[in-house]
């Protein structure tokens, strides 16, 4: 386990490490398949697929659940999106991350949402005490919802979220996710002060790969996206059925065989 949690934090040194959210055991499976590096998941679509919505709302015993199909199937890292720890007790968070370690998870996301930056200090802190109890580790990459939120005026927001990485730094996170920057003056300044691998999150107007890469990100998340894109794919494809009986002819779907084969071994 801890094997992966070192090559999961290598992958933050140096590059750009991609990763395309999954959701569930089978999507997780199949973008490994695709030569993903690691996986990481996506709070929106694990929820949305528990029949859930966003925002803190998946019961912890279908998250566990989840995680633990997900590690059955796969081979390299996993990083979970955690949200907001589903708790505002930092004890109650860092039991359900050690637990999450100690199963094989390499990292998590925890954000601070809209709340005091001081309540993600202190799960951060437990997080890190409850691992080191247990023999275990795990790459805490601390989200500010700053941008994503606008919980500063535009002009301020590189200082506010600045002054946030250096406490949640302090705090004994390994990365820092700034989902909804994409200016690439500000992620550029953000990179190269935060003392922090910088995770931004992909959107329409947000530089390409090779620009960010240049600018100092050390991580780019596709977020919720591909869940988004499956469920608007199956409404078109479900829409057509139940008008016509037919699936649109221009469809290629993967197929049986080849979806099957993903999880003959495993």
């Known amino acids: 386990m801890s094997t992966h949690v070192d090559f999961f934090r290598q992958l933050h040194t140096d590059g750009l490490l991609l990763l395309a959210n999954a959701w569930d055991a089978g999507s997780a499976r199949l973008i490994e398949s695709l030569g993903a590096p690691a996986i990481a998941t996506t709070s929106a679509g ?12 998946l019961p912890v015993s ?18 979970i999106d955690v949200e907001g720890g589903y708790s505002d007790d930092p004890t109650v968070v860092a039991a359900t991350v050690a637990d999450l370690a100690e199963a094989g998870v390499a990292g998590i996301n925890l ?9 993600l200090c202190a799960k951060i802190e437990q997080i890190k005490r409850a691992c080191a109890q247990r023999g275990t580790d795990v ?18 927001r590189v200082e506010v979220t600045l002054a946030r990485a250096a406490r949640y730094r302090e705090a004994g996170a390994d990365g820092l996710f700034v989902p909804g920057i994409s200016d690439g003056a500000e992620i550029a300044a953000v990179a190269s002060q935060a003392r922090l691998p910088l995770n931004v999150m992909l959107r329409p107007n ?4 090779d620009e960010l890469k240049s600018l100092g990100v050390r991580r780019l998340s596709a977020g919720s996206g591909l869940a988004e894109s499956g469920l608007a794919y199956t409404q078109r494809l479900a829409t057509a059925f139940l008008r016509d009986g037919r699936a649109p002819a221009d469809e290629s779907p993967i197929g049986y065989s080849a979806i099957n084969a993903l999880f003959a071994d495993r």
């Not at 954000?111 to 309540?119: N, Q, R, S």
């Open 111 to 119: 954000e601070d949402g809209g709340g005091d930056p001081a309540l």
């Open 62 to 79: 279908r998250l566990t659940a989840t995680v633990a199909d997900i590690l059955r199937v796969i081979r390299v890292p996993l990083s």
């Open 206 to 209: 947000l530089p390409g790969p």
């Open 139 to 156: 790459f805490v990459n601390a989200r500010t919802d700053v941008y994503l939120r606008g919980l500063a005026p535009p002009g301020e």
């Open 46 to 57: 694990m929820a949305w697929a528990h029949g859930y919505a966003d925002g803190d709302q």
